[in-house]
């Protein structure tokens, strides 16, 4: 009668796809467990991974090695490993040197062949050829796989899984990355919203799982993907493949120049929102200290209430003066006020009108010779090609060379394109419609007092050149033209009143001086307004 003898089952797949969706798994069990029936084996441990073999550190790997080093401590120690064939077990050497420590008895099932330490030589030799044709056909197949990737990459395809908002398809045969019919509309607008300087990350986030919940996505992402989709250059229709930026041929979802100016947001000292706690401060990085030039700082106070302060204020090395807290609540009514002064005649907004029309006459005509200039240099680039394919249909350069140079040369254009196409935005930017601008100046009191903090910031972006916290006043200077209409106001009341003013000696004196000069056009709004 044959004793029983008590062993640990081990069986492998590659992947944790493969564990799901093969029958690998389940007929690796079966022969183990029918072989172990006829075999008087007795299965004490299942060890089922869904992990590689190529390297070493596999979970359930380690804690069978661990399990067995315990038992070899013991009187009738449990040595004996049953296993499909030696590719199931290790393909590297480090996991042999592993087991062979241990020194079991290992039953290599298909390969019907059980190897321990007593074992003949070439047995051994034999055991350790197959260790090192599985080590090799593993090295191969990365060769090959890599070698797949990179001819990809040249051929401007990313290797590897879409980022939310494009798919992995296939196009005769071959792998592609489209954008999501519904998905890239939603992170197309991500870009332009966050542009804005307006939205906050957690803002934009809320926006993106509501949009993905009305289109019946299952997908949810948080504020960290979030980040990651913004500073991810592949929606340029670019990648970053072995640490250098490569062109796609990937359909973009955003222009170079809108995702430069995200980075510039993300990485800005003072952003227009916070990414610290839940609160969004509506003034953050707006409001200065009049004593010190310092920023006021935001503060959250009993969970619910936002204060700001001059930093050097607080403190054992106090560098100023301007001691005094100022809620939020107080800067909102303060601002309210202030901007009640905005109500503009219609004469005084047509001249707005003018002066702004002016300067986007000439940011036009400047942005008209930047773009002669740029033609010029893709006219120049695009001769060069054409030479250069000229050269290779007649042998004078070689293919590696030609591709190198063709492929840099059509970056370049793409660049120029890129500036041209941007120019072009910009110009339709500059126009002003006047009814639009009548109607958006006519609006400020009203539309401040009802909304919301994106829409405050975008209002006090627009008409702000300075916003001063002094003493107990809030003072917001104005650029021009918005203060030349008041200070033409001033002057009339002064004239009414027939009262003398420094602004009297000078009245066409301000209308050239510089965007930010002193004495200011400041309108102040004390708190106890």
Not at 8 to 15: E, I, P
Not at 115 to 140: G, P, T
């Amino acid at each position: 009668m044959n004793l029983l003898v008590k062993a640990v089952l081990y069986a492998r797949v590659s992947s944790k796809e493969q564990s799901d969706t093969g029958f690998s798994i389940p007929a690796q069990l079966r022969l183990l467990r029918d072989y172990a029936d006829s075999h008087n084996i007795i299965i004490v441990h299942e060890y089922i991974e869904a992990e590689s073999a190529k390297q070493a550190g596999r979970t359930q790997f380690n804690s069978m090695i661990s399990f067995l080093k315990v038992q070899s401590k013991r009187q009738n120690s449990i040595k004996t490993i049953v296993v499909e064939k030696t590719d199931r077990l290790y393909r590297n050497f480090k996991d042999y040197v592993i087991i062979d420590e241990v020194k079991p008895i290992i039953h290599f099932v298909k390969e019907n062949q059980i190897l321990s330490e007593s074992s003949r030589s070439s047995d051994k030799l034999f055991h350790a050829i197959k260790l090192a044709m599985a080590k090799h056909y593993i090295d191969n197949l990365q060769e090959e796989i890599k070698k797949g990737m990179d001819e990809k990459v040249a051929q401007g395809m990313y290797p590897s899984y879409a980022p939310i908002g494009y798919l992995n398809s296939r196009h005769h045969k071959v792998k592609i990355i489209v954008p999501d019919p519904k998905v890239s509309l939603i992170i197309q607008d991500c870009f332009k919203k966050y542009e804005t300087g307006y939205y906050s990350l957690q803002a934009l986030t809320d926006m993106v799982n509501e949009k993905l919940k009305e289109i019946k996505s299952e997908r949810r992402i948080g504020t960290t993907t979030m980040s990651r989709v913004l500073r991810n250059i592949f929606y340029t229709g670019k990648f970053i493949w072995k640490k250098e930026i490569q062109q796609g041929i990937h359909a973009p979802l955003t222009s170079q120049i809108t995702f430069n100016r995200v980075q510039q947001i993300l990485n800005s000292r003072y952003k227009t929102e916070t990414q610290r706690g839940v609160f969004l401060k509506t003034y953050q990085g707006m409001i200065h200290c009049s004593h010190c030039g310092n920023t006021l700082h935001p503060d959250v106070k009993k969970g619910k209430y936002i204060y700001y302060f001059c930093r050097n204020a607080v403190g054992k090395k106090k560098t100023c003066s301007n001691t005094r807290y100022l809620s939020e609540k107080r800067i909102d009514v303060m601002v309210s006020y202030i901007l009640s002064k905005l109500v503009f005649t219609k004469d005084e907004l047509y001249s707005i009108y003018e002066d702004v029309n002016n300067h986007a006459v000439e940011s036009d005509q400047m942005l008209e010779d930047e773009q002669k200039i740029l033609r010029k240099e893709k006219s120049t680039l695009e001769n060069r090609l054409n030479e250069l394919i000229d050269l290779r249909l007649d042998n004078h350069i070689e293919q590696d060379i030609f591709v190198k140079k063709k492929y840099q040369l059509l970056l370049d254009i793409s660049v120029i394109d890129e500036r041209i196409n941007s120019i072009k935005v910009e110009k339709h930017q500059n126009k002003v419609n006047p009814d639009g601008l009548v109607e958006f100046l006519q609006s400020f009191d009203f539309q401040y007092d009802t909304a919301d903090i994106h829409k405050k910031q975008h209002f006090l972006k627009k008409i702000k050149s300075n916003f001063f916290y002094e003493d107990n006043s809030i003072i917001i200077e104005l650029p021009k033209p918005f203060k030349y209409i008041l200070l033409s106001r001033e002057i009339k009341e002064l004239q009414i009143s027939n009262k003398n003013s420094l602004f009297l000696e000078h009245p066409v004196w301000w209308r050239w001086r510089e965007s930010n000069p002193r004495p200011k056009i400041a309108y102040k709004a004390n708190l106890h307004v």
